[in-house]
Nanobody, 125 residues
Framework: VQLQASGGGLVQAGGSLKLSCASSGRTFSAMGWFRQAPGKEREFVSALRRRDCAKYTADSVKGRFAISRDSTKNTVFLQMNNLKPEDTAVYYC?????????????????????WGQGTQVTVSS
């Protein structure tokens, strides 16, 4: 089982990036994104439940970030618009195999069984 995250980079404040996370090996019940800035705790960003495409997004990025999926390719995306310097972090893709995962638990790191290697997003002011 592998999660391959890509799409990070350096962008100016106000710019956009689109992250991708491709999964291989199995189908997951939910996939999501977390981020961790230097010296800070890991933070939930957004997640999506596979069976009904229900989404859960952190208030800090709501209205700027949008999660989506390509179910045929077992890939999820994170479209990030109007990026701010405080969005600078390593972004990690995560996936859950729990069959009955509830939307309110999508924001908890413990809900996920598999993690990708992370992709760096740097937003300059």
């Amino acid at each position: 089982v592998q999660l391959q995250a890509s799409g990070g980079g350096l962008v100016q404040a106000g710019g956009s990036l689109k992250l991708s996370c491709a999964s291989s090996g199995r189908t997951f019940s939910a996939m999501g994104w977390f981020r961790q800035a230097p010296g800070k705790e890991r933070e939930f960003v957004s997640a999506l439940r596979r069976r009904d495409c229900a989404k859960y997004t952190a208030d800090s990025v709501k209205g700027r970030f949008a999660i989506s999926r390509d179910s045929t390719k077992n890939t999820v995306f994170l479209q990030m618009n109007n990026l701010k310097p405080e969005d600078t972090a390593v972004y990690y893709c995560a996936a859950s195999v729990a069959p009955g995962i509830i939307v309110s638990s999508l924001g908890a790191g413990d809900s996920y069984d598999h993690w990708g290697q992370g992709t760096q997003v740097t937003v300059s002011s």
